[in-house]
């Protein structure tokens, strides 16, 4: 039971050096819990408009991008700066408020 024991830490401290190695190497990262990296690319929103074609808004680091999808492939509507997609976002009344 010993050597079970031992031979399971021994592969756990071979692993751990492993990952100590390659990250010092720069060839793995590797975010601990409490580390949150920016994220460049995020999915904001998805307008379904037949089961084959949707529009997609989605942000890539300090860009909007409106890309159309459809099953011949994929068509950039609108690109512009992420604030400015923003303030237009702001200056849109809700569908909700008019009311």
Do not use: N, Y
């Not at 399971?8 to 492993?18: E, H, N, R, T, W």
């Not at 390659?22 to 089961?51: D, N, Y």
């Amino acid at each position: 039971m010993f050597q079970q024991v031992l031979a399971v830490f021994l592969v756990l401290g071979l692993l751990g050096a492993a990952l100590w190695l390659l990250r010092s190497r720069g060839l793995a990262r590797f975010a601990g819990p409490g580390r949150r990296k920016s994220r460049h690319l995020e999915a904001i929103a998805r307008l379904p408009l037949t089961p084959q074609h949707s529009v997609h808004l989605i942000r890539v680091s300090d860009h909007a991008i409106l890309l159309a999808l459809s099953p011949t492939g994929c068509t950039v509507v609108e690109s512009l700066p992420w604030s400015q997609a923003a303030e237009l976002e702001m200056a849109q009344p809700r569908a909700g408020a008019a009311q």
